[in-house]
T-cell receptor
Framework: GIQVEQSPPDLILQEGANSTLRCNFS?????LQWFHQNPWGQLINLFY???GTKQNGRLSATTVATERYSLLYISSSQTTDSGVYFC?????????????FGTGTRLQVTL | NAGVMQNPRHLVRRRGQEARLRCSPM?????VYWYRQLPEEGLKFMVY????????ESGMPKERFSAEFPKEGPSILRIQQVVRGDSAAYFC??????????FGPGTRLTVT
């Protein structure tokens, strides 16, 4: 099956700093999503981005499908950005196939 | 438009009992997925269902676990004769064909 690796595994930032999270995957995909799992365990959809670039407020993401990686940018980080960021990819036949998750990047934003 | 709903949010079972977890997909979504998250780990795929059909159960343990998505009503994940190792958060996701997947709030199962 598809392997998904995320880096760094842990990240500590001061409020206001910027960061880049990386997701590498081992095969071609037709679905890629970024999620934020907040400290209460809730999974929040950030981006559906199998290719290209998207922006939503302080967050943006880029997927280069031909090179099998995606990047999540967080600018001007806030304490509410703390939690675990997961990249999840789907391959196989059709976009309805299952997602395979990476092990996540645990982000802590301090004052 | 209500999101994916799961109940119960917390479930405590003694070893050997049965656990039933329910998932109602978002309105208009006909694809349901179940995932399990052990403490401090990522989410692992268990099963993918459409109405009355299991499409992919490659992540389901061979024994004690079953899932269904009937024509009417929620999807059910059933764990028989629970053991301590079944303690985890179980998440349900739903989607329409060709769109992104949305996750419910999860059910935290504790086996004592």
């Amino acid at each position: 099956g598809i392997q998904v690796e995320q880096s760094p595994p842990d990240l500590i930032l001061q409020e206001g700093a910027n960061s880049t999270l990386r997701c590498n995957f081992s095969d071609s995909v037709n679905n890629l999503q970024w999620f934020h799992q907040n400290p209460w365990g809730q999974l929040i959809n950030l981006f559906y981005i199998p290719s290209g670039t998207k922006q939503n407020g302080r967050l943006s993401a880029t997927t280069v499908a031909t090179e099998r990686y995606s990047l999540l940018y967080i600018s001007s980080s806030q304490t509410t950005d703390s939690g675990v960021y997961f990249c999840a990819v789907g391959g196989g036949t059709g976009t309805a196939s299952k997602l395979t998750f990476g092990t996540g990047t645990r982000l802590q934003v301090t004052l | 438009n209500a999101g994916v709903m799961q109940n119960p949010r917390h479930l405590v079972r003694r070893r050997g009992q049965e656990a039933r977890l329910r998932c109602s997909p978002m309105k208009g979504h006909s694809h349901v997925y179940w995932y399990r998250q052990l403490p401090e780990e990522g989410l692992k795929f268990m099963v993918y269902l459409q109405k009355e059909n299991i499409i992919d159960e490659s992540g389901m343990p061979k024994e004690r676990f079953s899932a269904e998505f009937p024509k009417e009503g929620p999807s059910i994940l059933r764990i028989q004769q629970v053991v301590r190792g079944d303690s985890a958060a179980y998440f349900c996701a739903s989607s329409s064909l060709g769109t992104d997947k949305y996750f419910g709030p999860g059910t935290r199962l504790t086996v004592t």
